[in-house]
C-alpha cells in the first residue's frame, strides 16, 4: 500500500496571509503508460462531507477559488492558498489513485489565527 | 441538483451485518463509478472500496476485504454495502462517492471524487 504522509499536521494561518501543505507519497504517482500522476486534494470543512479540492495535482475543481494552486511530481506535492479565508478552515487531505487501496494522507488541519 | 444520500447506518453488534444504501439524484447513475470512504470518529479518512460503472470490477481495503461486498443497482440508481462480520474498528461515518471523468487534452479521463452524500453513521458496539 501507498503511504501519503502530509506536513506540517496543524496549520495556524492569519486570514491574508499565504499557507502551504507539503504531501509526499512512498511511491512514484506518476503513471508511466498514460502519463497522469494520480494525487487529489481534498478539504472537509468542520461538519461537512469532504469535496474535491484538486485532481491529478493541479487541476481546480469546479467553483474552486484560484487561490487554491497544486504542485508537484513524483512523490512530492504542495497544495498552496495564495491569501487565507476564514471560510478555508477545516482539513485538507492528499490522495493517491494510482492504484488500489487508495489512502490518504492523515490530514492537515488549517486554523485561523 | 446532483446529489448522494446515504442510509442504512446505526447501532450494530460485533459480528452483525448491517447494508448501507447510497441513493444517487440528478444524474445517469449508470455512468459512473463510485467509491465508499469512512471516516472513524475523530480520525481521518479511509477509501473502503470502489465499483466500476459495468459493476464488473470491484476493489476492497485489505481492511473489509472478505468481509465487506459492494453493488449497485441501475434500475434505481443505488449504490450499497453490505458489511458482515462488523468489529467495533468499523466503528465510522460511512460516505459514497462518485468519480467523475474529467477529459483531458490527450483524450483520456482522470478520475475524481466531485461528489459526496452526507454521510451515515455505523456503530459497532456491544
Known amino acids: 500500500e501507498i503511504v501519503m504522509t502530509q506536513t506540517p499536521l496543524s496549520l495556524p494561518v492569519t486570514p491574508g496571509e499565504p499557507a502551504s501543505i507539503s504531501c509526499s507519497s512512498s511511491q512514484s504517482l506518476l503513471d508511466s503508460d498514460d502519463g497522469n500522476t494520480y494525487l487529489d486534494w481534498y478539504l472537509q470543512k468542520p461538519g461537512q462531507s469532504p469535496h474535491l479540492l484538486i485532481y491529478k495535482v493541479s487541476y481546480r475543481a469546479s467553483g474552486i477559488p484560484d487561490r487554491f494552486s497544486g504542485s508537484g511530481s513524483g512523490t512530492h506535492f504542495t497544495l498552496k492558498i495564495t491569501r487565507v479565508e476564514a471560510e478555508d478552515v477545516g482539513v485538507f487531505y492528499c490522495m493517491q489513485r494510482i492504484k488500489f487501496p487508495f489512502t490518504f494522507g492523515q490530514g492537515t488541519r488549517l486554523e485561523i489565527k | 441538483e446532483v446529489q448522494l444520500v446515504e442510509s442504512g447506518g446505526g447501532l450494530v453488534k460485533p459480528g452483525g451485518s448491517v447494508r448501507l444504501s447510497c441513493a444517487g439524484f440528478?444524474?445517469?447513475?449508470?455512468?459512473?463509478?463510485f467509491n465508499w470512504v469512512r471516516q472513524a470518529p475523530g480520525k481521518g479518512l479511509e477509501w473502503v472500496s470502489s465499483i466500476s460503472s459495468s459493476g464488473i470490477f470491484k476493489y476492497y481495503a485489505d481492511s473489509v476485504k472478505g468481509r465487506f461486498s459492494i453493488s449497485r443497482d441501475e434500475a434505481n440508481s443505488s449504490l450499497f454495502l453490505q458489511m458482515n462480520s462488523l468489529r467495533a474498528e468499523d466503528t465510522a461515518v460511512y460516505y459514497c462517492a462518485r468519480d467523475y471523468p474529467f477529459s483531458s487534452v490527450s483524450g483520456d479521463y482522470y478520475y475524481g471524487m466531485d461528489v459526496w452524500g452526507q454521510g451515515t453513521t455505523v456503530t459497532v458496539s456491544s
Open positions: 440528478g444524474f445517469t447513475f449508470s455512468s459512473y463509478t
